[in-house]
């Protein structure tokens, strides 16, 4: 089989295995637009608390919009009580056309394992179970009430541990299984080193002889090129590769890593393609939040377009002061002629 192919999740075919990974502040509407344009086959939103959707949120409500070229996408949610999470589920399924629900289980931030959630679940692979079972449940009692919706897998994404003491990926792969998850994402990092030092991929590999086919596992953490996706790929016999942090600033990332695993090369896009391809995300971003809020959040996405450009740092003070649409044009269109000019 290619290394570039078609996944089955549950019920729900996707066309490719790149995925976009759910980034708080950053795989928003905007962002997953033009990564399912340059295409991911899948992107997951950002993390969307059960507890605030049960009680009303609107900004919760605008974090599960499909963005605009998106065929496939998943919501995640997160929480730490079951009866929150099973009663979260139909306002999503309600409120949204997505294919796919997915269980964060895997985010280090305090504040989010302080609820029980997160990677805390990681810790605690009863808690895991009861919560997979719940959203799976609630799934499946929401769509056999409404069978147009049709079915919706469940998801959910774990780390390696809570420390290095505690590896407990097998413990919370075997919950998962048991409580009817129809696929799994392992960031191969423990709770304990958050996003520094290096993912585990060995652990990846361990993880998929252990599920050994009953469901599909992606592989995250540390995948952040074309080469290092194939070498993931190739090396742990994952099933797909989640881009993350890799993603942020560069959607570009799976235009080209489709390229290297089904012909070996890639071409690079200009820097002229990459700042438009900001200016595209920001005016999304314009239309759906405002020009106030669309510009301070573009702010370290288009630092994160930046990256690597000579001359960069500079730019990047610039832009951190950026406050209207016009003020970015004012800053990088002259970088964007002068760059034009030497093509």
């Not at 929150?84 to 306002?91: D, G, K, T, Y």
């Not at 929401?142 to 390696?160: L, M, Q, W």
């Not at 074309?226 to 790929?233: D, G, N, R, S, V």
């Not at 896009?269 to 595209?280: H, V």
Request: aromatic share 8%.
């Amino acid at each position: 089989m290619s290394l570039y192919h078609p996944v089955k999740i549950g019920s729900l075919e996707v066309p490719g295995n790149l995925f976009l990974a759910p980034i708080a502040g950053y795989s928003d509407r905007a962002f997953r637009s033009l990564c399912a344009e340059q295409g991911a086959a899948m992107c997951t939103t950002e993390m969307v608390s059960a507890e605030a959707l049960t009680r009303g949120s609107l900004k919760s409500e605008e974090l599960m919009t499909r963005s605009p070229d998106e065929k496939i996408y998943a919501v995640q949610i997160f929480g730490g009580n079951a009866d929150v999470m099973e009663r979260a589920v139909p306002l999503v399924l309600s409120r949204t056309d997505c294919d796919s629900i997915d269980i964060n289980g895997g985010c280090p931030v305090p504040k989010i394992i302080k609820s029980g959630a997160g990677s805390m679940l990681t810790k605690e692979p009863d808690r895991l179970y009861a919560i997979v079972r719940a959203v799976k449940d609630a799934c499946v009692k929401y769509t056999s009430e409404h069978p147009e919706r049709g079915s919706v897998p469940v998801t959910i994404k774990i780390r390696s541990g809570w420390d290095g003491n505690n590896i407990t990926w097998k413990e919370c792969a075997q919950a998962a299984l048991d409580a009817g998850a129809d696929g799994i994402t392992i960031h191969a990092r423990t709770r304990a080193q958050g996003y520094e030092g290096h993912a585990n991929w060995d652990i990846q590999r361990q993880l998929v002889e252990f599920i050994n086919g009953k469901i599909p596992v992606f592989g995250s953490g540390d995948a952040n090129t074309p080469e290092t996706a194939k070498q993931m790929l190739e090396e742990t016999g994952v099933d797909g590769v989640m881009f993350a942090r890799g993603a942020m600033g560069d959607p570009f990332l799976f235009k080209r890593t489709i390229q290297y695993l089904t012909s070996g090369h890639y071409e690079q896009e200009s820097f002229s393609e990459r700042i438009k391809a900001g200016f595209k995300e920001l005016n999304i971003s314009v239309e759906e939040k405002g020009e106030k809020a669309a510009c301070l959040q573009m702010r370290k996405k288009f630092c994160a377009y930046i990256s690597g450009v000579t001359g960069g740092a500079k730019i990047r003070q610039e832009v951190v002061q950026a406050q209207t649409v016009q003020d970015f044009k004012n800053i990088l269109m002259p970088y964007l002629e002068q760059m034009n000019s030497m093509d």
